[in-house]
């Protein structure tokens, strides 16, 4: 559920509360409506390039089939490592990064940290399966960041990726904490 107030846009969203013996409640997250760029008439499909980083090949054909129906340039990637080699050797630019935020090795908090410092103007959406103390767990702890929950469906993809591109803020992901790892 949406709406509009002066101080910015508003959406419901659930959340589990990770708090023992309490049950889960929605919650409103501020979002602010911000241009991305000079050219607000032109189009973000066909116009855009999206790199989706999913360790899982399923999830990563099927958002990059999606997107690319959808008039998107779209690289993809399986791991943190290969997202950095797309990012670096690009001959166009990618703007918006959908990653997925439970991979093995490198999670995608620490690989958008690494994106926001090397390519400061790419946009990040995150993706997760995971309840939100796993999240919260790999370093993804801060309510204003631009989030798809799998499974998602085509419209919902669609929707959080023009969302992201259009330039709802984003924290500073140098802020967020180190994710726990168990050993």
Not at 2 to 16: E, I, L, Q, S
Not at 101 to 125: H, N
Not at 151 to 165: G, H, I, N, Q
Request: with cysteine; hydrophobic share 45%.
């Amino acid at each position: 559920m949406t709406g509009r107030t002066d101080g910015g846009m508003y959406a419901t969203v659930p959340c589990c509360d990770v708090s023992p013996g309490l049950s889960a409640s929605p919650f409103l997250i501020p979002f602010c409506i911000v241009p991305i760029d000079s050219t607000p008439d032109l189009p973000l499909a066909g116009a855009r390039t999206v790199l989706v980083v999913d360790d899982v090949g399923v999830v990563r054909k099927a958002a990059f089939r999606l997107l690319s129906e959808a008039g998107y340039r779209v690289f993809e990637a399986g791991s943190a490592t290969e997202a950095l080699e797309v990012l670096a050797t690009s001959r166009q630019p990618i703007h918006l990064v959908l990653v997925d935020v439970v991979m093995p090795d490198v999670g995608g908090v620490a690989l958008a940290r690494l994106i926001c410092e090397d390519w400061p103007a790419v946009r990040i959406l995150f993706m997760s399966a995971y309840p939100a103390e796993i999240l919260v767990r790999e370093g993804l702890d801060h309510p204003n960041v631009s989030f798809l929950a799998k499974p998602f469906t085509r419209s919902e993809l669609m929707d959080r990726v023009v969302a992201a591109l259009r330039g709802q803020p984003e924290p500073d992901l140098r802020s967020f904490r180190a994710p726990r790892r168990s050993s």
